[in-house]
């Protein structure tokens, strides 16, 4: 099979009991996306994108999750806390080399629900989903030094630290160090 035919239709998963991931629903999850995005600490330690209280941005990167997933660019499920039906995060896997079968796995989460091991239980669904439905061999990411929070759920999850990338990206306008930790299908 073709690794874009993985795309062809969305795989919703189960995290646990109260947390559910399936694909963006625009209009319906908008207002608890920009709750999450016009927060400025949920990025202050996120290598991948900034926050924003520009409902037009909001709304862009969210309609780009549809397309990125039609193009079998990024595979992006909307975290959901079943008891309110409120979307509470993002979590994807992206960077996608399909000859290599390689993966790039990535997260956040409303800052209301940290520490209550929320995405520990996220990464744990998408990385078997990844070895399993995607077939990937590894999963990788990259964490700035200073973040705790995510070098843990890695660590729980098994992942293992490889090394460091000096002034790897930019946060707050200065370049920071990170780990890079791997996950390989055999671990
Ligand atoms: C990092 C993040 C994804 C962690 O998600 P979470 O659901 O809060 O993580 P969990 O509750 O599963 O926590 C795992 C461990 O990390 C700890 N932890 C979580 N957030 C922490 C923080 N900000 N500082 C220190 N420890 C933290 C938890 O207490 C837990 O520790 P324990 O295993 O000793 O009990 C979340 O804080 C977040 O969305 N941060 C902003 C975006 C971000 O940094 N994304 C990752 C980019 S690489």
Redesign the pocket.
């Known amino acids: 099979m073709a690794f874009k035919d993985y795309f062809r239709d969305f795989q919703s998963l189960i995290a646990n009991d109260n947390i559910f991931l399936r694909q963006i629903i625009v209009e319906k999850d908008f207002d608890d996306y920009y709750e999450i995005y016009s927060n400025d ?8 994108g900034r926050g924003t209280t520009d409902k037009s941005v909001v709304l862009k990167i969210l309609q780009n999750q549809i397309k990125e997933f039609k193009t079998a660019k990024i595979y992006s499920w909307t975290i959901v806390d079943n008891k309110y039906d409120k979307a509470i ?1 993002r979590i994807f896997l992206s960077d996608f080399q399909a000859k290599n079968r390689i993966a790039n796995i ?6 209301s ?11 744990s669904s998408v990385v078997d989903f990844g070895f399993s439905f995607l077939k990937l061999e590894r999963i990788f ?4 030094t200073d ?7 890695l660590a ?1 999850n098994g992942f293992i630290q490889e090394g460091i990338l000096r002034h790897c990206f930019e946060l707050k306008d200065s370049l920071v160090d ?1 780990y890079v930790y791997s996950k390989l299908s055999t671990d």
């Open positions: 600490e949920v990025f202050k330690l996120y290598g991948g995060g990535g997260y956040f989460i409303n800052r629900y940290w520490g209550k091991g929320i995405v520990t239980e996220c990464v990411t990259e964490v700035a973040n705790i929070g995510s070098c843990k759920v729980k990170c």
